[in-house]
């Protein structure tokens, strides 16, 4: 029950001191708008907000799909074939030399103002993390467990699936949580460079033409978005590493 009240009691308190400090500072609203204009807005503009929110969101799960699955997938290379850890490691490290958002102006102009512009993005932005953290749980064996499969003559492949890769989940589901968080960043980057639709879009919009209010509610829609996939992705991540215990 207190694990329960306690985000709604941190909600509360952050929603108080936002509009004590409008109250306080005397802001004027088209700098700070108080939550009551923000929950207003947002329930004025409820259908436009949801069409916008729907694009950003299947952005988003097309990008921590093909992400995630890109990333799990060059992790089991690198750690099957030393070869491939020599020529693939590198390139992984390349890719976050570049900031994504500068990358973002070139994915438009190759892939247009639609979704897959977008989805590439969030890919881009959650491929290092969700590989990097499977790569090093896999490495991470211990090697106690490796001993005995090398004893009992297990080949590669089966200590590969029946060792490594269970023992490397709770690694796998650190790096999704974080994947969870990132995708919609590169998703909204991507509504920022170029696009017709989206909460980045829409934000873009209401900002333009000075309905801050409206551009802090598609802010709200947003972060809630964020956390509800979070705590799904957790959840998911929690059900499976207690299905290997």
Known sequence: MARALTPIAVTALLLAAWQALVLLADLPSFILPSPWRVTTALWDNAGLIGEHAIITLTEVLLGLLVGSLLGALTALTLVSSPVA??????????????P????????????????????????????????SAFFDGLMQTPKGWLDLAQTMQASKRATLWRIRVPAAIPSLASGLRLAAVYAPIGA?????VGASKGLGYL???ANGRAKIDLMFAALVVLATMTLLLHRLVGWGCDRLEARLR
């Open 100 to 131: 994504v958002f500068a990358l973002a102006p070139i994915l438009t102009l190759w892939l247009g103002y639609g979704l897959w512009s977008k989805v590439l993005m969030a890919v881009l932005i959650i491929y290092f993390p969700v590989a």
């Open 85 to 98: 850890r020599h020529l693939i490691r590198p390139v992984l490290v390349l890719t976050q030399a570049l």
């Open 203 to 205: 934000m873009l919009l």
């Open 188 to 192: 909204i980057i991507g509504e920022w």
